[in-house]
């Protein structure tokens, strides 16, 4: 199976920036789309960005002009530049992979998340 690993989580000040890290291991036919959702406490999961294969990025508009995902394809890894980070950034990062197995079928991935907080 595979498995997602996150980091670079922490405690930063408001307009302070924080890079996170997540790294794909395991057979991994072809990984497809990757993404970094979030969730604030009492609060559903929700999309922070994503980006294909092909490098085309869909970034939710609360983090346009701040936050900036990037991918490593030969290292199946995927970073989040996250900039002028505001309180309301704060939440549970999780990390999101597609996977297409030989059979054709895809197959979605979840890290273990990675608790960012940013005090004003």
């Known amino acids: 199976q595979v498995q997602l690993v996150e980091s670079g989580g922490g405690l930063v000040q408001a307009g302070g920036s924080l890079r996170l890290s997540c790294a794909a291991s395991?057979?991994?036919?072809?990984?497809?789309?990757m993404g970094w959702y979030r969730q604030a406490p009492g609060k559903q999961r929700e999309k922070v960005v994503t980006?294909?294969?092909?490098?085309?990025?869909n970034y939710s508009d609360s983090v346009k002009g701040r936050f900036t995902i990037s991918r490593d394809n030969a290292k199946n890894t995927v970073y989040l530049q996250m900039n002028s980070l505001k309180p309301e950034d704060t939440g549970v990062y999780y990390c999101?992979?597609?996977?297409?197995?030989?059979?054709?079928?895809?197959?979605?991935?979840w890290g273990q998340g990675t608790q960012v907080t940013v005090s004003s």
């Open positions: 395991g057979r991994i036919p072809r990984l497809d789309a």
């Open positions: 999101n992979a597609q996977v297409t197995h030989y059979s054709g079928t895809d197959y979605y991935y």
């Open positions: 980006v294909t294969s092909a490098g085309d990025t």
